[in-house]
T-cell receptor, first 111, second 112 residues
Framework: NAGVTQTPKFRVLKTGQSMTLLCAQDMNHEYMYWYRQDPGMGLRLIHYSVGEGTTAKGEVPDGYNVSRLKKQNFLLGLESAAPSQTSVYFC??????????FGPGTRLLVL | AQSVTQLGSHVSVSEGALVLLRCNYSSSVPPYLFWYVQYPNQGLQLLLKYTSAATLVKGINGFEAEFKKSETSFHLTKPSAHMSDAAEYFCAGRRGNEKLTFGTGTRLTIIP
């Protein structure tokens, strides 16, 4: 039981490049979330999903897209990376939407 | 929307001393409240949660928090700090079907 895993752990992008962050969970959770963590700002919700095939915008969705084609996976895409997207990205999952379980994070640096 | 405020972005305590990390919420309706801990280069781990069953909530690693409606607070405490408690702590809250809202975090340093 690996819990929530994230791929990759670290990535460096140039401005304008695209990439996809993968989140996988093996707990059969319905809810999945993507957050970004920036110094002094806590965690801010980017997008979330309440079940396979569904997605919804969170607090800071601009510049990101997501997909939930399979229940266990939640992908976060950056179509054209910007320096302002330099951050640590966390994925989380939850059975009921109450207690969330977090992955180890992905550090992204956009130059 | 529910919001939580953590007082003090950095807290330092001596090993063996009381740990007190402050969190206040803004809501007239008691929310669900959580404390998470983040160790360096790791994800967030749930310490404890309040879901209205009891006002004093005990969590992992000897931490506990007390929900005080009159003060709209949910402060985290531990009687005796250990070096291993050094981490960043986040208070979070949600009300009903709203999304979880995090505080800005408190970095706890333990002085040997």
């Amino acid at each position: 039981n690996a819990g929530v895993t994230q791929t990759p752990k670290f990535r460096v992008l140039k401005t304008g490049q695209s990439m996809t962050l993968l989140c996988a969970q093996d707990m059969n959770h319905e809810y999945m979330y993507w957050y970004r963590q920036d110094p002094g700002m806590g965690l801010r919700l980017i997008h979330y999903s309440v079940g396979e095939g569904t997605t919804a915008k969170g607090e800071v969705p601009d510049g990101y897209n997501v997909s939930r084609l399979k229940k266990q996976n939640f992908l976060l895409g950056l179509e054209s990376a910007a320096p302002s997207q330099t951050s640590v990205y966390f994925c989380a999952s939850s059975w009921t939407g109450e207690t969330q379980y977090f992955g180890p994070g992905t550090r992204l640096l956009v130059l | 929307a529910q919001s939580v405020t953590q007082l003090g972005s950095h807290v330092s305590v001596s090993e063996g001393a009381l740990v007190l990390l402050r969190c206040n919420y803004s809501s007239s309706v008691p929310p669900y409240l959580f404390w998470y801990v983040q160790y360096p280069n790791q994800g967030l781990q749930l310490l404890l949660k309040y879901t209205s069953a009891a006002t004093l909530v005990k969590g992992i690693n000897g931490f506990e928090a007390e929900f005080k409606k009159s003060e709209t607070s949910f402060h985290l405490t531990k009687p005796s700090a250990h070096m291993s408690d050094a981490a960043e702590y986040f208070c979070a809250g949600r009300r009903g079907n709203e999304k979880l809202t995090f505080g800005t975090g408190t970095r706890l340093t333990i002085i040997p």
